[in-house]
Every structure is written in structure tokens, then in C-alpha cells.
T-cell receptor
């Protein structure tokens, strides 16, 4: 089993809904990431947190809002999403940013109706 | 601009055969090259990784070959098993960088 836990596993939401994705790791990693993955495509980086501070936003629309309440938790708040935002959202962590291995969770499968 | 090109897009191999996936990169400053394995419904998992000072690295049935002058690296899966059926992504990154450049992925199907 993965050491990065994501909830929920599946989420269906309407375009006017507000929902949140949650991610938790207890490996003491200080870098955490959100990725988006479409079917049969590689993961695309969305956000990077380093020591609980947002260090990278890969030009993600403001309808996605990340939050890092502490070193073990990472949230992704969703609001007014579009159907094209339907995808697998993956959380990952690493010891630090840089070339330390990424540990991915199993993702949240999001469907926007 | 795609910094890592991966081929083939898919391959089918018989049980016991060898699966070979190739990747080529553009940025000569890249110095860390991991491979990720992803099963349907799961997140990618680190399989094996190599740095450019090594030409080959083997872990069990999985071997990475690295050719720095050609800017290419490849994954060989020896004695392929049905449980190896998955999508494999190569990637590359710079030291102290936050971002992995992924290849497009290869779906491997191992027939029993």
C-alpha cells in the first residue's frame, strides 16, 4: 500500500459545487505536490509545497486552490470546475524538492458534471 | 516542448520475453532519470532510477541502460510476467529542480 493517502478515491461534482481533496503522508517529507493526470497521459504538475509554503504554481486556474495546513497534510479546494477538469488528481511527496524520489498516492478520480 | 521522448507507445510481449522501452532527452543538464510503473487505478510508483555517472543499473528483472553521449536511456524488463502489465513512464530532472519531465508513457501487456 502507498504511504501517501488520498481521500476521497472518487468524487463526482457539479460545476457549481465546492469540494476538497485531501492528502496525508507521515514519512517526514517536506515537499508535497499536486499533479493532474488525464487518461493515457503522464502526470502534469500543478502545485509544489516546500516546507509548507507554496513554491510553485504551474499557471493553474484559480478554481483550484491548494492549502498545506501542516507538514503532513495537503488539500486541494475545488470550486466552479469545468467538465474538462475531470481527471485523476494525484498527490505526491518527497524528502525535499530536487531529485529525491516522488512517492505518489493512488489519486482521486474526479468527474465534473 | 517535450523534453523527454518515449517509445513505443505500447507493446505486447509473451510471458518470459523481454520488454524494451526507450527514452531520449534534450537537456544535457538532466542528472536524474527515474522510471515509474503505474497500474490501472493506482498512482505511479518509482521502479528504478539512474544517474548519468552510471551506464547500467539492475534491480531484479528490471535494468536501466544509460547512454550519455546519445542522450538516451532505456528500460529492459527481463523474463516479463503478466503482473508486469502496466504503463511505464520514464522521466528526467535537474538536481535541485522541482519538476520531473515525463515521457508520454508505454503501455506494456504481457500475454500468458
Amino acid at each position: 500500500d502507498t504511504e501517501v493517502t488520498q481521500t476521497p478515491k472518487h468524487l463526482v461534482m457539479g460545476m457549481t459545487n465546492k469540494k476538497s481533496l485531501k492528502c496525508e503522508q507521515h514519512m517526514g517529507h517536506r515537499a508535497m505536490y499536486w499533479y493532474k493526470q488525464k487518461a493515457k497521459k503522464p502526470p502534469e504538475l500543478m502545485f509544489v509545497y516546500s516546507y509548507e509554503k507554496l513554491s510553485i504554481n504551474e499557471s493553474v486556474p484559480s478554481r483550484f486552490s491548494p492549502e498545506c495546513p501542516n507538514s503532513s497534510l495537503l488539500n486541494l479546494h475545488l470550486h466552479a470546475l469545468q467538465p474538462e477538469d475531470s481527471a485523476l488528481y494525484l498527490c505526491a511527496s518527497s524528502v525535499r524538492t530536487g531529485n529525491s524520489p516522488l512517492h505518489f498516492g493512488n489519486g482521486t478520480r474526479l468527474t465534473v458534471t | 516542448q517535450q523534453q523527454v521522448k518515449q517509445s513505443p507507445q505500447s507493446l505486447i510481449v509473451q510471458k518470459g520475453g523481454i520488454s524494451i522501452i526507450n527514452c531520449a532527452y534534450e537537456n544535457t543538464a538532466f542528472d536524474y532519470f527515474p522510471w515509474y510503473q503505474q497500474f490501472p487505478g493506482k498512482g505511479p510508483a518509482l521502479l528504478i532510477a539512474i544517474r548519468p555517472d552510471v551506464s547500467e543499473k539492475k534491480e531484479g528483472r528490471f535494468t536501466i541502460s544509460f547512454n550519455k553521449s546519445a542522450k538516451q536511456f532505456s528500460l529492459h524488463i527481463m523474463d516479463s510476467q503478466p503482473g508486469d502489465s502496466a504503463t511505464y513512464f520514464c522521466a528526467a530532472t535537474l538536481s535541485n529542480d522541482y519538476k520531473l519531465s515525463f515521457g508520454a508513457g508505454t503501455t506494456v501487456t504481457v500475454r500468458a
